[in-house]
Nanobody, 121 residues
Framework: QVQLVESGGGLVQAGGSLRLSCAASGSIIRINDMGWYRQVPGKQRELVAVITSRGTANSADSVKGRFTISRDNAKNTVFLQMNSLKPEDTAVYYC???????????????WGQGTQVTVSS
């Protein structure tokens, strides 16, 4: 069994900052890419940022220069530092990770339960 547990969401004023965390736990052999997605009602889930196991990061144009993704491989944890938040960043943020479990030879994609981020104007 593998779980991704997110934390750090909440309500913040425009221009403020939040830091999201997502910890993977369970019978894990290795984690490849870890990332953050977000979704607003009525729209598709979109990629916010992704980071490889070696630390190479990419992010959506809409958050470049404001959001920073990082990870702690020893703790199977990924972070999203969000600065200069805007009302349009309001969404449910989901953590995603490609994980190889004990007893498996392949990687599967796992999702967290989501954490609400609300930015007021």
């Amino acid at each position: 069994q593998v779980q991704l547990v997110e934390s750090g969401g909440g309500l913040v004023q425009a221009g403020g900052s939040l830091r999201l965390s997502c910890a993977a736990s369970g019978s894990i052999i290795r984690i490849n890419d870890m990332g953050w997605y977000r979704q607003v009602p009525g729209k598709q889930r979109e990629l916010v940022a992704v980071i490889t196991s070696r630390g190479t990061a990419n992010s959506a144009d809409s958050v470049k220069g404001r959001f920073t993704i990082s990870r702690d491989n020893a703790k199977n944890t990924v972070f999203l530092q969000m600065n200069s938040l805007k009302p349009e960043d309001t969404a449910v943020y989901y953590c995603n990770a490609d994980i190889r479990r004990v007893g498996s030879y392949s990687y599967n994609s796992y999702w967290g339960q989501g954490t609400q981020v609300t930015v007021s104007s």
